[in-house]
């Protein structure tokens, strides 16, 4: 992908010029090239099968485009050693640099601050047409620009990456000999572009997916506000507290949305709970308590109504559960409580007591520690009170 042009004209030193000679040299003798070659056109083609799915596995398990491009040309470089391994993606009328792992990349510094315009060079050129490029000899086409004979590729592959049937951007490999690179390595970046683009499809329809998500949640808690500024407020906070402590814990993605989901709508059933209760300044009484305890129930028949939500209902319902088995509203304990509901109940509690009530106002943070401690193995998991601490220390 050397084709990329820089303005003005970038000018190696002497010293440049030698270090990029050397990583050349590095490269020519990689040992990872040198015993794919000899293993044998079969043993390399199987190699290639195998990356090729590991990819498109691994591909599927992500949501972010930056972490797919960066997989991508790290695992094509990692196995087969490219001189370089680069993707750019498709910004109106230029090409910009996503992602490039190898040798090339290392050495050449001013690559990666460079955009090339559509109708410069090998790339600019997959771009337009959408046609893969395989250049046995890079000073033999037309479109490559020539940068430094010293440590310029010999040998290129660029192909066309397609979101939903439109050119998204290119993934180039290059060589540093000519005739390096062939028509297994073309049917090989093919198939990692194709598996690329139907994973960055996907993650824009989760994208948008969640958009409709967000706007759906913010409207219920909307409603809640209404009746609670408290509620509304603390549902935030309790949302982005489990989402940290979620991704402490290295939970997936999904398991991390959904602890983040949950907990913005663990309150939800208060809209069925009179305002003189929910804005009473002085304890509950009985009766009270009793109206009050109804929306965790409430809220889970409510999220289990909404087909985007519904296998969010349980963890809803069971927010206001006990370690011990002294919660509601069905007596989970232990275990049986679902452990996106354990650890917004450790959250919600450390935000009730820090924030502002009606009826009393808040207390110091250590203070919150400190009433954590003292119910966990009871009220609360003692495993999640350990981790819920730690986050908030270390914020």
Not at 74 to 91: K, N, P, V
Not at 213 to 228: C, I, M, Q, W, Y
């Amino acid at each position: 992908m050397r084709e990329l042009a820089v303005k003005p004209p970038y000018r190696a030193g002497a010293q440049e010029r030698r270090r990029r000679a050397d990583a050349l040299r590095r490269h020519r003798a990689d040992a990872r090239t040198q015993s794919l070659a000899e293993a044998g056109e079969v043993a390399y083609l199987r190699e290639q099968l195998r990356v090729a799915a590991r990819l498109t596995q691994m591909l599927a398990e992500r949501n972010d485009v930056g972490e797919m491009a960066r997989l991508v040309v790290d695992e094509l470089h990692e196995t087969f050693a490219f001189y370089l391994a680069a993707i750019q993606r498709l910004d109106g009328d230029v090409l910009r640099l996503v992602a490039a792992r190898g040798p090339l990349a290392e050495v050449m510094t001013e690559f990666l601050l460079t955009e090339q315009p559509l109708t410069d060079g090998v790339n600019g050129r997959v771009a337009r047409t959408g046609a893969s490029a395989l250049v046995p000899d890079t000073r033999a086409d037309p479109d490559y620009i020539v940068r430094d004979p010293q440590t310029d590729p010999r040998s290129e592959l660029a192909v066309a990456i397609l979101v939903d049937g439109t050119v998204w951007g290119v993934l180039n490999i290059e060589a540093s000999e000519p005739g390096a690179l062939g028509e297994p390595d073309a049917v090989l970046v093919e198939s990692v572009a194709a598996s690329l683009g139907v994973a960055i499809h996907r993650a824009s329809l989760v994208a948008d997916l969640e958009g409709a998500f967000t706007t759906t949640l913010a409207a219920l808690t909307s409603t809640v506000e209404a009746k609670d500024d408290y509620t509304a407020c603390h549902g935030e906070d309790v949302a982005g507290l489990a989402e940290r402590v979620a991704l402490r814990m290295s939970l997936c993605s999904a398991d991390v949305r959904d602890v983040r989901y949950a907990a913005m709508l663990h309150d939800i059933g208060k809209i069925a709970v009179p305002s003189e209760i929910l804005l009473k300044p002085g304890p509950l009484n009985d009766e009270e308590w009793t109206a009050m305890r109804r929306h965790s129930a409430v809220g889970g028949e409510l999220v289990g109504r909404i087909d985007a939500f519904a296998h969010l209902a349980p963890v809803v319902r069971a927010c206001h559960e006990r370690w011990d088995g002294d919660g509601y509203p069905d007596g989970l304990a232990g275990d049986e409580i679902p452990l996106a509901a354990r650890i917004i109940a450790v959250c919600d509690t450390y935000d009730a007591i820090v924030t502002d009530r009606p009826y009393r106002p808040g207390r110091a943070r250590e203070e919150a520690y400190a009433e954590l401690c003292r119910v966990a193995g009871a009220q609360l998991d003692a495993r999640l009170v350990d981790v819920v601490i730690a986050e908030l220390r270390a914020d």
